[in-house]
């Protein structure tokens, strides 16, 4: 009898572990299957003034919103950091894609580049597209970022996106006096804030672009 419930013990011992590796293996398995990608901090070529640093708050915004999605594996910001030791600057527009091979081993680097933030005049159907708001409206936040991905799998870098992401919002009369000051990034009314909604909805369009043409980019490999 005891020889029997010693062999019952031993295979129920046996079946979990079996199943531990089953999940093991298939976490692996879904783990590796996703690409690895690098998310340089945002350069920031604007002469915006904010009492934070905005290339820290629209970088790890965007990370967030990917993250979220759960289809990109993304390297740790410390790892990026690492990577850019010894960078003097980074130029969307050059076309020498060496200094991307930093980065492995990753699968895509993304460098992001905001060109444009500013208020501007609010006139009916001038700036298009637009994100609305109710009631009357005070001015125009127009935003703009350039965005280069690359593909760092094979022997060379090579481009797979290069694109302006434009984001305009309406920013109603009764939001315009809201200085940065008074709801600073990071502080809970900070998204209630026209700064706040708007770079949150830049943020979003920002991931759901790189997990798009990256995914894409993947699956054509």
């Known amino acids: 009898m005891r020889l029997f419930y ?39 070529h604007t002469e915006t003034e904010l009492p934070w640093d905005i290339s820290k708050e629209i970088t790890l915004g965007t990370r967030e919103y990917l993250l979220k999605k759960n289809s990109l594996y ?12 010894g960078v003097q600057d980074i130029n969307l527009l050059d076309d020498d894609l060496e200094m991307a091979n930093r980065f492995h081993p990753n699968d895509f680097v993304v460098l992001m580049e ?17 994100y609305p ?10 935003m703009m970022i350039r965005i280069k991905v690359l593909d760092i799998r094979g022997d060379e870098p090579k481009v797979v996106l290069r694109e302006i992401v434009r984001s305009n919002h309406l920013i109603p009369e009764a939001l315009s006096q809201v200085h940065p000051e008074a709801r600073p990034w990071g502080s809970v009314s ?9 770079h949150r909805r830049l943020e979003r369009d920002l991931a759901q672009r790189l997990e798009t043409y990256i995914s894409s980019a993947q699956n054509r490999s």
């Open 6 to 44: 010693s062999l019952l013990v031993a295979l129920c011992v046996l079946s979990s572990c079996s199943a531990k590796n089953s999940n093991v293996s298939h976490l692996r398995n879904t783990t590796y299957s996703k690409p690895s990608v690098a998310l340089v901090p945002l350069i920031n």
């Open 74 to 85: 993304l390297s740790t910001p410390d790892e990026t950091d690492s990577d850019l030791i």
């Open 114 to 130: 905001l060109i444009k933030h500013e208020e501007l005049p609010y006139v009916r159907q001038a700036i298009k597209p637009v």
């Open 133 to 142: 708001a109710s009631g009357k409206i005070a001015y125009v936040l127009s």
């Open 190 to 198: 900070y998204y209630h804030s026209p700064l706040g909604m708007s």
